[in-house]
């Protein structure tokens, strides 16, 4: 079985901190996403990685920022968090476009 | 823009039949896929339709028109662990996933 696991399940920051939201995969999947989920909007894709050190903006990548140093490690980078960016965050990864994402369980971010 | 429809909110009760559908906008399109998710927990894959037709996975199907942009998701013999939000999501291209807003699906005795 694939096994996404994000490092923290509800974490707890103040505005203006850098924050980093880790993501690991074990299946050597080529692809890697970010996510965040509000209440009423859905999955919003924030950015993605399809290889090692590549990364591709997605629909909301503003204040968000992403490394990939190893295939199974994407971490999501809060330049400097606000409180517009409380959420829940989904990390998931595939090993190609035709195949299902798998979802890790996702981090409650609170800024405060 | 692109976007993808689908209701907000469902109610059935045991036993029953429940369609959730799913109409989207894109610019381009390979694929309908279907997630769901329950409360608290991960999205976890239910199913992908890549051509026009039904595809049956036990008390789940799902369904793809083309032609209609529009599918639609089917359960069956609903049971109580069937409420979940249900999420329609479109591979436009490349890589990336657009999902929908998704359907909270509550399911009664």
């Known amino acids: 079985d694939v096994k996404v696991t994000q490092s923290s399940r509800y974490l707890v920051k103040r505005t203006g901190e850098k924050v980093f939201l880790e993501c690991v995969q074990d299946?050597?999947?080529?692809?890697m996403f970010w996510y965040r989920q509000d209440p009423g909007l859905g999955l919003r894709l924030i950015y993605f990685?399809?290889?090692?050190?590549?990364?591709e903006k997605g629909d909301i990548p503003e204040g968000y920022s992403v490394s990939r140093e190893k295939k199974e490690r994407f971490s999501l980078i809060l330049e400097s968090a606000s409180t517009n960016q409380t959420s829940m965050y989904l990390c998931?990864?595939?090993?190609?476009?035709?195949?299902?994402?798998?979802f890790g369980d996702g981090t409650r971010l609170s800024i405060l | 823009g692109q976007s993808l429809e689908q209701p907000s909110e469902v109610t059935a009760v045991e036993g029953a039949i429940v369609q959730i559908n799913c109409t989207y906008q894109?610019?381009?399109?390979?694929?309908l896929s279907w997630y769901q998710q329950h409360d608290g927990g991960a999205p976890t894959f239910l199913s992908y339709?890549?051509?026009?037709g039904l595809e049956e996975t036990g008390r789940f199907s799902s369904f793809l028109s083309r032609s209609d942009s529009y599918g639609y998701l089917l359960l069956q013999e609903l049971q109580m662990k069937d409420s979940a939000s249900y999420f329609c999501?479109?591979?436009?291209?490349?890589?990336?996933?657009?999902f929908g807003k998704g359907t909270t699906l509550s399911v009664s005795s």
């Open positions: 998931a990864s595939s090993s190609s476009a035709l195949q299902p994402q798998h």
């Open positions: 299946m050597d999947h080529e692809n």
């Open positions: 999501a479109v591979r436009d291209a490349g890589t990336a996933l657009i």
């Open positions: 990685s399809y290889d090692v050190k590549m990364k």
């Open positions: 339709n890549g051509l026009d």
């Open positions: 894109t610019s381009g399109f390979y694929g």
